[in-house]
């Protein structure tokens, strides 16, 4: 029997650092689906980096899930490569400002060498068995409403990428996505009042020449 999968959910990623002086393009490139086995409830997280159309050329080579993830899943990953090899790692998550680490994995053996490389071809899938106390929508309401990069609601997923071109340089990202700023945008009020005020001072300008 195959499993059912849910359409894929993309995640976004943004730059914690600008090292190679090219993260906020790159950020754009690093692609996260997250899908539902829900025969078997588990949680797929697939990596790929780029889609072999003018991409930077560069390698994810760390992927860490944080500890705020935990409720979210049982026991260990299975990782399923394409192209890669990668195995669990220690780290501890302080490089991003967190706590501690639920997951973290690794290229083998001696990164980037077997990382994600950009061209859309390499990826990685990082599976989980979901709690069964939670249901796959609140994991997807969790990683899609960060709100800011290190709080306890904030970014959950994180990675490192290295050998950037130009530069080959390495930087760090995580899957938040800064607000964008609001332009005010001048009440219809303002702008009738505004409008009276420019012709009135070109009234008074007439009746003194």
Avoid: C
């Amino acid at each position: 029997m195959q499993a059912t999968m849910l359409s894929a959910t993309p995640i976004q990623f943004s730059n914690l650092q600008n090292n190679s002086g090219v993260a906020p393009a790159l950020a754009a490139q690093l692609f996260l689906d997250v899908t539902h086995d829900s025969i078997n409830n588990r949680a797929d997280f697939t990596f790929k980096n780029g889609d072999g159309v003018g991409d930077i050329e560069s390698v994810i080579t760390r992927i860490f899930f944080r500890n705020t993830l935990q409720s979210y899943f049982q026991g260990s990953p299975t990782l399923i490569e394409t192209g890669v090899e990668f195995s669990q790692a220690s780290y501890n998550g302080a490089e991003f400002g967190w706590d501690s680490l639920v997951y973290a994995t690794d290229a083998d053996p001696a990164p980037p060498k077997n990382g994600i490389t950009a061209g859309g071809i390499d990826s990685l899938t990082v599976s989980f068995l979901l709690n069964s106390s939670v249901t796959f929508d609140d994991l997807l309401d969790f990683l899609t409403n960060p709100t800011n990069p290190t709080g306890a609601s904030g970014a959950a997923i994180a990675l490192h990428v290295q050998s950037i071109k130009p530069s080959g340089d390495s930087d760090k990202f995580f899957n938040w996505t800064p607000p964008e700023t609001e332009i005010p945008v001048p009440e219809p009020t303002s702008i009738v009042l505004l409008g009276i005020g420019l012709i009135g001072l070109g009234l008074m300008s007439r009746m003194r020449r």
